[in-house]
């Protein structure tokens, strides 16, 4: 029951009151009783809106609070997890691109001299299959050339090897890749929970933005750099290719 | 012929680097953002400088804008490598005097290309 009483409740109240009284003076028991019962229902009426009230306030409340705790455990947890989880794309990518470079760093040297001496002894052998070659030179050739294919074979040998490393260290895309999708799925509850925050607050939670603040920050975004543009996320006069990159820089007298 | 290389990312300084010996061009700095580039470039040596636009610290454009605006630097040739595409950006770099715009990705052709670009023109104005 809500106190204090509204006037009007109150008036309700002091009508039953005084009529209780009245017939307690003029002993009339079974009009006394009845008039106790009117009070009595009077306030039962009352209490069962209140508790209506109660109840209904207490739904909200619990359907507040289920929003709230979403929305904190998506600050508190989800999103430093996918920050983390982000951070750790880099590091892969990073890690991918260097295991690449170090596979390539290895094998151009060992295909530069490997080309250096199969031309020069292609030099040679055309030579003696001309018959241009004193015999004490062919025998020195014959030495060189099973040291050659015995050190191709072991070059090829560690060719491979570092090809297959190049190519298994291009995995961090299917990996950074699902780590990137989990990230999306994340961001994707996050608007969902905005949009029914702002709706259940019912009003705008703060000013507009106007379109010269947009134009702005537009101006300090360009500025500072914006990265790669991502197909279908931006919009608007960006390039898609070095020749209109060209193209542009030539209409401005380059 | 000193190069200067910045990109906060050292893959891409890497990419770079191994693209620059590929063409002739062993002897290079990396710094990783305007703010570490300026302090190299204002020492002196420095022949050319290839930098990226995005950079937390001093991003490319900036740095571009130190190196036009400071006395002894104002003519070295100046390539932006970046993933900035947008149109207005690309009249920006130019307005604020660049040398050659490559955007990412870009390939060991394209890089060629406008650094020679740069250098025939730098060569004739000279």
Do not use: C
């Not at chain 2, 300084?13 to 990396?30: H, M, P, S």
């Amino acid at each position: 029951m809500t106190l204090p009483l509204d006037d009007k409740a109150r008036a309700e109240f002091l009508t039953h009151a005084r009529e209780i009284v009245a017939r307690l003076e003029a002993a009339d028991d079974e009009g006394f009783m009845a008039a106790l019962d009117t009070l009595a229902r009077t306030r039962e009426t009352d209490l069962f809106n209140e508790l209506g009230k109660l109840t209904r306030s207490l739904h909200e409340t619990l359907t507040g609070f289920q929003l709230d705790s979403r929305i904190s455990a998506l600050a508190e947890k989800d999103i430093p997890d996918a920050k983390e989880r982000l951070n750790y794309v880099i590091t892969m990518t990073e890690q991918a691109a260097n295991r690449t470079m170090d596979g390539i760093e290895e094998m151009l040297p060992l295909a530069e001299t490997l080309g250096e001496r199969a031309e020069k002894h292609a030099t040679a052998w055309k030579r003696f299959r001309g018959r241009e070659m004193p015999v004490d030179e062919f025998r020195e050739l014959s030495r060189e050339l099973d040291g050659f294919f015995e050190q191709a074979s072991m070059d090829i040998q560690q060719l491979r090897g570092s090809l297959s490393d190049v190519l298994m260290a291009q995995d961090y895309q299917d990996l950074t890749g699902q780590i990137i999708r989990r990230v999306i799925t994340m961001v994707q509850e996050v608007e969902e929970q905005l949009v029914e925050l702002i709706r259940v607050a019912g009003k705008r939670l703060a000013p507009e933005t106007t379109e010269e603040d947009a134009q702005l920050k537009e101006e300090d975004d360009n500025r500072r750099g914006v990265g790669p543009a991502v197909p279908g996320v931006d919009k608007g006069d960006v390039v898609s290719s070095q020749d209109e990159v060209d193209d542009l820089l030539s209409s401005l007298g380059f | 012929m000193k190069i200067l290389i910045v990109d906060d990312f050292s893959t891409m300084r890497r990419i770079i680097k191994n693209l620059l010996r590929d063409l002739g061009f062993n002897n290079t700095v990396e710094a990783d953002d305007g703010n570490t580039a300026l302090p190299i470039l204002k020492a002196g040596g420095i022949d050319f400088l290839v930098t990226d636009w995005n950079m937390p610290g001093m991003p490319g454009i900036d740095l571009l804008r130190a190196v036009r605006a400071d006395e002894k630097l104002a003519s070295l040739p100046v390539l932006l490598v970046t993933a900035e595409a947008k149109r207005e950006q690309i009249v920006e770099a130019a307005q604020a005097g660049v040398n050659g715009y490559v955007v990412k990705p870009f390939t060991a052709e394209t890089l060629k290309e406008k650094i020679e670009k740069i250098f025939e023109r730098v060569e004739g104005g000279a």
